[in-house]
């Protein structure tokens, strides 16, 4: 693969161009950035500091498989999602670009979980599974995720399938899984299971992105993916549910299969109302340490809007349409939420 040529730089100096055209190719080449979890204790922090937003309360995380076969993810990779979670049935740092393998994987020697394997109709190995409780504050809840596999074309109506499940139990809930649970992560509008044999080039080929033959994304290492799905479920508030979010290899433990979750794509809000690109934020955050607070700089019109800041637990702090500062925080993570008539903005924000 031949690398891309640096954008031309003016006006510069001989020092800082010397340093510009010596990391321009690292800089290039690390467009998407992967982040191994080195314990089970990080990966189970990803839910809390990643994973949740709106007004969902999560407790009891749990994670199970190889640490390294999750991990976080920011910047472009190509499917739609600049920053969020991975899981994998192998490595998550196997799933950085360029798509320079037809097999890439690893084998982590591990067990599978018995309700992917249901869904895989075969034996599943190198479970990656995180789950726990989470009590929402309305009455939907709904995660954004992208499925991709290093066995597309391969792999697709042979005798191995990896497959993944967001599995969903609770007050109400009556599935075929564990505890009663449904799966979540069906086609839109339908039962089906997504998985390598049910989307690909010749089956709800709608929802599927080939990248093999010729390669369209170098960003990651998959040979295929989906498109940016969204899994939804209607809930009673304040009541506790249980969400199993799992990846496996099915039939074998070679290729690797990846599940990207979005950052902040599990929430109680309405997804379709919520813009949850960087570059759409139409404010930043400015922070005064000395006394706590925050205030928010609006970078363009937006015409009338309240502003709502949750804490880390989803608890509603403070709502207001005029003041545009918040003092007196106590020290943690807040989510600050816009709503516009041109829609609803949420950014995560430290005060230290």
């Keep these: 693969m031949t690398t891309k040529t640096p954008v031309p730089v003016h006006r510069i100096t001989l020092f800082c161009l010397i340093i510009y055209l010596h990391f321009a190719p690292q800089l290039n080449a690390q467009t998407l950035v992967i982040t191994e979890n080195t314990s089970t204790e990080e990966a189970m922090q990803m839910v809390h500091s990643m994973l949740v937003s709106g007004g969902i309360q999560v407790e009891n995380v749990q994670f199970s498989g190889y640490p390294q076969s999750s991990g976080t993810f920011y910047g472009e990779a190509g499917i739609g999602l600049t920053s969020g979670l991975l899981l994998t049935s192998g490595k998550a740092g196997l799933a950085a670009g360029p798509n320079n393998s037809t097999g890439a994987g690893r084998n982590n020697n591990i067990g599978g979980d018995a309700d992917l394997s249901i869904l895989a109709d075969d034996d ?21 995720f992208v499925f991709a596999s290093e066995e597309y074309p391969e792999g697709v109506n042979a005798n191995w399938n990896d497959a993944f499940g967001i599995f969903l139990s609770g007050p109400g809930i009556e599935g075929p899984f564990t505890n009663g649970a449904i799966n979540l992560a069906v086609l839109p509008g339908t039962s089906i299971p997504i998985s390598v044999n049910t989307v690909n080039s010749d089956s709800n080929a709608v929802f599927f992105i080939s990248n093999t033959n010729p390669v369209v994304n170098n960003n990651i290492q998959y040979d295929g993916y989906t498109v940016v799905l969204t899994a939804e479920a209607n809930v009673t508030p304040l009541l506790t549910y249980h969400m199993k979010i799992a990846i496996a290899d099915g039939g074998d433990r070679v290729y690797d299969s990846g599940l990207w979750l979005m950052e902040d794509g599990f929430t109680d809000y309405f997804t379709t109302h919520v813009d949850k690109q960087m570059s759409a934020f139409p404010f930043v955050i400015l922070q005064q340490k000395a006394s706590r607070s925050i205030e928010v700089r609006m970078t363009e019109t937006v015409g009338q809007f309240e502003l709502h800041l949750f804490d880390v637990t989803g608890r509603k702090i403070r709502s207001q349409s005029g003041n545009l500062r918040f003092t007196g925080l106590q020290q943690g993570l807040y989510t600050l939420v816009l709503e516009s008539r041109h829609g609803t903005f949420a950014k995560k924000v430290m005060v230290n």
């Design 124 to 144: 599943t190995y190198d479970a990656s599974v995180l789950d726990f409780d989470f009590i929402p504050a309305t009455d939907h809840i709904s995660i954004t």
